[in-house]
């Protein structure tokens, strides 16, 4: 169709230029040009036309396809270069999941001119670098992340302080949070990393004030939360200097963690209310399936104003669980702070076939050597650091006590 028209054209342009001045009957043109004179038949004349478009046509086809052909090898080059960039990326990757840091970086960056996403490049070739400590190569592809697409300054923003938070640049790492709060504050990755920062921060207060509303938006598993709970009020505790105020404001679940109530109660004991804290850590225990060895070793140490009492409460715990070498050697060092050294004896030996508790053994030399008794003090020490020293020869630690008339056979309630 476009040849045709082209011909018609042609046609027209003839007759306009070589003025074809008459059309016979008999089919014949004459044309004439300059001084000359042509003649031929009207058939031989569209002939002569349509070749003469024909050319025409020809010639303009050559030259729009010697600048087509440009455009063309200019796009060729691009989907080749596209392609042989997304190789590269993918190459990139699987040599990170590998390990392979130095190729990683290397194949990452080398065809990054040419990704359709470069600033993926450059951020999986900063975490290559990292690995590598090369943390000034790391900052350099990390700008050129933000170069390459300064409308995924979020994005980017993120990836940037969870690299800082991994080298352990907590700072760096909040100044970026700080930079792309605006835009993070609905999303879920943006309050973990926050969370993480101010726990590797310390910053206990900020973390308590974030948590619920991650807890709204789900931004971590409840497990996680509920963790991270427990680590900001046990943090709190710790720290704050006027631990009774903080204690009352813990949250009942919080008050009855073992670990919480053990800081607590140090700071009672430290602070002269041995009484409250022994009512502290008694309730703590009674309350507990499993007895917390950590509450059972402190509760023998306590020293309270009724020893006897204690340890009868101890002995009250070790008729469900006689076979307990701490509970043992609790209700042994209470019998020691009562003056009952024969009973004490009998608890501290069992602790020591039960368990080959170290502390046992230290107590019950530094018992007999008090009952003047030196021999038997220096064999018990001897056992004792032997015990330490190699574990795995004495899991019979019923052979290395001396004999004992008082010595309880195993399952057996010491009585008073």
Known sequence: ????????????????????????????????????????????????????GAVIYLLLWFIGSSFRATTFFSRWRRRRGHRKAGEALGSGYLSLIKGDWRKAEKSLVSRSDNSSVPYINYLAAAQAAQEQSEYARRDEYLEAAYRAAPNERFAIGLAKARLYHLANQYELARATLDEIESQGKKNNQYLAMRLQNYQA?????KVHDLLPLARKQKALAEVVITNIDTQVHRAMLLEA??????????????????????????????????????????????????????????????????????????????????????????????????????LAIQYLE???????????????????????????????????????????LHENTDKSLPSNDFAPQEGELIKA
């Open 350 to 392: 069992k602790a020591i076939t039960i368990g080959g508790l170290p502390e046992a053994y230290a107590v019950l030399g530094e018992l007999l050597e008090a009952n003047n008794d030196s021999g038997r003090a220096l064999q018990i020490y001897r056992d004792g650091m032997a015990k330490l020293s190699h574990p795995e």
């Open 241 to 342: 200097s006027d631990k009774k105020s903080v204690w009352r404001s813990l949250p009942k679940p919080q008050q009855q963690l073992s670990e919480n109530t053990l800081i607590y109660a140090k700071y009672l004991v430290q602070n002269g209310d041995v009484m409250t804290a022994e009512k502290l850590v008694r309730n703590s225990l009674n309350s507990q399936p499993k007895l917390d060895e950590g509450l059972v070793v402190f509760y023998g140490n306590l020293k309270g104003a009724k020893p006897a009492k204690m340890r009868r409460t101890i002995e009250g715990w070790l008729m469900a669980r006689p076979e307990s070498a701490h509970l043992n050697l609790a209700a042994g060092r209470q019998a020691c702070y009562e003056g009952n050294k024969d």
């Open 1 to 52: 169709m476009r040849l045709v028209l082209i011909s018609t054209v042609a046609i027209l342009v003839a007759f306009l230029l070589f003025g074809v001045v008459n059309v016979y009957p008999d089919n014949y043109v004459k044309i004439y040009v300059d001084n000359y004179l042509v003649e031929m038949s009207f058939t031989g004349f569209l002939i002569l036309m349509f070749l003469l």
């Open 201 to 205: 921060l310390k910053e206990w207060d």
